[in-house]
């Protein structure tokens, strides 16, 4: 019984810290970094295959604490995400790029996961488009 109760205030305690450390993440004194994206999906429509697959897309931190992207993953190899590792001030924008491989012919459709200390959590971006042979 002991044993269990000793358990039970343990976890009790590891959520509280945890909920508490998250909370402390997403805030500075108060203030939050807000991730605001111009486009969440970008479509390529369609392309000829080997041409330039880069895009990128737009952001501004509409919030008032400096936004730190620590992370961006793609759904697969074929997408290759590049970003600055800086903080973005407030008021201040910045940009992801993102390069799809071309040379693979048909309908794509690829989740970019953004993570960062920004208000909401992980954003989820997409591309899309075709490719087809060239003419």
Not at 23 to 36: D, P, Q, S
Not at 60 to 82: E, F, H, M, Q, Y
């Amino acid at each position: 019984m002991k044993r269990t109760l000793n358990t039970l205030i343990l976890v009790v305690l590891s959520i509280t810290f945890f909920n508490a450390t998250t909370a402390e993440i997403h805030t500075l004194n108060g203030k939050v970094a807000v991730l605001e994206f111009e486009s969440e999906i970008l479509d390529y429509g369609t392309i000829n295959q080997n041409s330039d697959g880069l895009r990128t897309f737009i952001f501004i931190n509409t919030g008032d604490a400096p936004l730190v992207i620590s992370r961006v993953k793609t759904s697969c190899g074929c997408t290759v995400p590049s970003y600055s590792k800086a903080p973005i001030l407030p008021g201040e924008s910045g940009e992801i790029k993102i390069k799809y491989d071309t040379k693979r012919l048909g309908a794509f459709s690829k989740t970019i996961t953004v993570m960062s200390n920004a208000k909401g959590g992980n954003k989820i971006l997409k591309i899309k488009g075709q490719v087809v042979v060239s003419a």
